[in-house]
């Protein structure tokens, strides 16, 4: 993640995604036009529309012209869209990374969601820090668990994460539809929902932004400079290797689903403080949006690849082009076929810059050997004309 | 040098797609899901009345069809924060959730866009007004409609989809309190079920095989129809009136196993649902009441031909 030096791209490994980013946006903002948005002010302390007068004289609604993609809401909402999937691709990177899959991941959130709104309904809007506490520790627990569960089946029964975690998508949605009966659950203590969708600077929820960089930096951290982290990447890189070395490769396992748990019961968390609302349908299909988040973040499905940064930002691009669809005014069905080319692209992207990589290397040993060959001749040569 | 250049181009180019604003009016529109033929009704309705007020009222309506493909509240919340940024003039949205986006409804009402809601209400929300059908009404419809082809007697079973949901309790509400006008109608009682086609058939069958005597089906949702051969029973032995009125219901009507559908206004849940925006963005008028009723049309035998034609023009051509 750091930058040694100067900034450069090609050495940054993520430089790709935030290039990708960047035309996306200059794209958005040159050709998504603009909008003309409502002036508010406050007058007698409630917000209340401003007026503006013409030359005519007459008082009118006033408003101001922004870009369509180049402003602080719209890019904040593109944020705090991101934030949900963003936090689960961590979690489902660090499995990747290992050569694994969690398709239960949207499950696991819904039930996560279904479990902390039954605590945080039942103490109602008027309820504290003390019930938000609980609750959030439910939400997340859940999640928690749920990961965990599915960690310890793969490993004790030894069967491919694939059909482990189809299996748990079913039970927790099942376990979820149960629990609510597929009702709603609403009605949460305010202090909850008012932390969570607080606007900053006129309008800007920020919460749901901050919360995905900092598990971003936690899994960062944990990725790259903790030895657990490396362990992640030696079993993704060859399991068999990994296990002669030493490494227990099913504890690892159980923490890295754990992870992907805990991610999807922090994003549940995020879900019910925002929209204020649990039901058994939260996060159906997520699954493929987080997985396509972290596959376009540049992990690698056979495992070995991937980083915590990289899953932000295949998120992030996922949902520019999401909501550029809606600023270029292109019907929304075709959303579903872009993200699909965008996932198919940045696989094979990825599997060029590898051939490409392996080139490199190959060339670069093939100097190498030819400099050491030269250097051993020269000398011999060098005899031979003294003689 | 050149990156000043680009730059300087760049934030020029900004600032001229920021001063190229148009005048269109766009109404945004969020149905629950695009997989259901109820909600390509609607778009097709409120597309048709687009266009006719541009060309009647010199209008220039733009309609923004943001519906997820699959029911899921948090996009639609999403949905209605996008076409806000966006500059929508107007929102008309059918909630999966109430609960979920009541938030986003009433941000768009604070930044001065009017909302309506259209099918499935959010009635703590700040919205201006729900054109939908009253559920209690309908009930009683539904049993009405069931005691004349019954020549007001025999027994009838209700068949009630998710026990939980506040406006299917209120149609089984209006179905028991007008089976109270006819002393020999008998309510055998209200039969409920995950509402999908195939547990709706599975229930159907298993409660006549139980309930032989069962002579009429009020079905305040119309679910077991939505697949073939869901009723097992001879045609016209079991009188059958159910709720909506959906393209693959029709076949059921044709061949006598029901004898009324009742059709909510799907059309004009675009239709009316526009209306209500324009009249409030330009006209700044607000319905008389925030509850705009929309009417049950019998379908049967005799009108199912000429309704079918609607369908043929409300679906996207294939």
């Known amino acids: ?387 | 040098m050149i990156r000043r250049f680009a730059v300087t181009g760049f934030l020029s180019l900004v600032a001229a797609a920021g001063f190229a604003a148009d005048k269109t009016l766009v109404f945004g529109v969020v149905a629950k899901s695009n997989n259901n033929p109820v909600f390509q009704a609607a778009k097709t309705g409120a597309e048709d009345e687009a266009k006719k007020l541009n060309t009647e009222k010199k209008a220039n309506i733009q309609i923004d069809w943001r519906t997820p493909n699959e029911e899921d509240p948090q996009k639609q919340a999403d949905a209605i924060e996008q076409l806000v940024n966006n500059g929508a003039a107007g929102i008309a949205v059918s909630c999966s959730d109430a609960n979920k986006l009541t938030d986003a409804i009433n941000k768009a009402v604070d930044n001065g866009i009017p909302v309506v809601c259209f099918d499935s209400d959010a009635p703590k929300s700040k919205r201006l007004a729900n054109f939908g059908t009253d559920d209690v009404d309908c009930g009683h419809k539904t049993m009405s409609e069931l005691a004349k082809v019954m020549n007001n007697k025999g027994v009838v079973a209700i068949l009630a989809g998710n026990q939980n949901a506040p406006n299917l309790q209120k149609r089984v509400q209006g179905v028991k309190e007008e089976a109270k006008k006819y002393p020999d109608i008998k309510i055998l009682d209200a039969y409920y079920h995950k509402e999908t086609p195939q547990d709706a058939a599975a229930k159907v069958e298993q409660v006549m095989q139980a309930h032989p005597e069962i002579t009429g089906w009020a079905m305040i949702g119309g679910w077991p129809l939505f697949t073939d051969n869901a009723l097992k029973f001879a045609p016209g032995t079991v009188k059958v009136v159910a709720v909506d009125a959906l393209p693959a219901q029709l076949g059921y009507l044709r061949d006598g196993h029901v004898q009324v559908l009742l059709a909510q206004q799907v059309y004009e849940w675009g239709t009316t649902s526009v209306d209500l925006l324009y009249n409030k963005v330009v006209e700044n008028k607000s319905p008389p009441s925030s509850f705009v009723k929309g009417e049950l049309i019998p379908i049967t035998k005799a009108n199912v031909e000429e309704f079918a034609k609607n369908w043929e023009k409300w679906l996207p051509k294939k």
């Not at chain 1, 809401?73 to 991101?82: G, N, P, S, V, W």
């Not at chain 1, 039942?122 to 749920?146: E, K, M, N, W």
């Not at chain 1, 699954?287 to 992030?316: P, R």
């Not at chain 1, 080319?341 to 392996?358: F, K, S, T, W």
């Open chain 1, 1 to 387: 993640m750091a930058l040694p030096g100067k900034l450069s791209f090609s050495k940054f490994p993520e430089g790709g995604l935030i290039l990708a980013i960047i035309v996306l946006g200059l794209v958005l903002a040159i050709f998504g036009g603009s909008v003309q948005r409502p002036k508010f002010e406050i007058r007698d302390g409630q917000r209340q529309r401003a007026i503006e007068v013409t030359q005519e004289g007459l008082k009118i609604p006033a408003s101001t012209t922004v870009n369509k993609f180049f402003n602080a809401q719209t890019l904040i909402q593109i944020a705090k869209d991101t934030s949900f999937f963003a936090i689960m691709a961590i979690g489902m990177t660090i499995v990747i990374i290992t050569g694994g899959i969690d398709l239960s991941v949207g499950a696991v959130y819904a039930l996560s969601a279904v479990c902390g709104a039954l605590v945080l309904n039942h103490y109602g809007s008027s309820g504290g820090l003390g019930a938000v506490f609980i609750g959030v520790l439910v939400t997340v627990g859940v999640g928690t668990l749920c990961g965990f569960l599915n960690g310890a089946m793969i490993v004790a029964f030894n069967v491919h994460p694939f059909i482990i975690t189809l299996g748990t998508m079913a039970i927790y949605r099942g376990i979820a539809f149960v629990q609510t009966s597929g009702q709603s659950i609403g009605d949460f203590p305010e202090i909850f929902r008012d932390f969570v969708r607080h606007e900053y600077f006129g309008g800007l929820s920020l919460v749901p932004l901050m919360v995905m960089i900092i598990v971003m930096v936690i899994g960062g951290i944990f990725l790259s400079k903790m030895a657990i982290g490396r362990k992640v990447y030696a079993i993704g890189g060859n399991e068999i290797a990994s296990r002669f070395s030493g490494i227990r490769v099913g504890r690892v396992k159980i923490l890295v689903y754990t992870l992907s748990g805990l991610s999807a019961g922090i994003a549940a968390t995020l879900s019910l403080g925002y929209y204020g609302a649990g039901s058994s349908g939260d996060g159906s299909g997520y699954e493929l949006n987080v997985i396509a988040a972290a596959v376009v973040g540049g992990a690698s499905l056979i495992g070995g690849k991937g980083t915590a940064l990289g899953a932000l930002l295949g998120a992030v691009i996922l949902q520019v082009i999401s909501n550029g669809l809606v600023i270029l005014n292109i019907p929304q069905n075709y959303s579903q076929i872009v993200i699909g080319v965008v996932v198919i692209a940045a696989v094979l992207l990825d599997q060029l810059n590898a051939r490409l990589a392996e080139r490199r290397l190959l060339a670069k040993t093939g100097r190498i050997k030819k400099e050491v060959l030269e250097s051993s001749e020269a000398p011999a040569s060098a005899t031979q004309e003294t003689k």
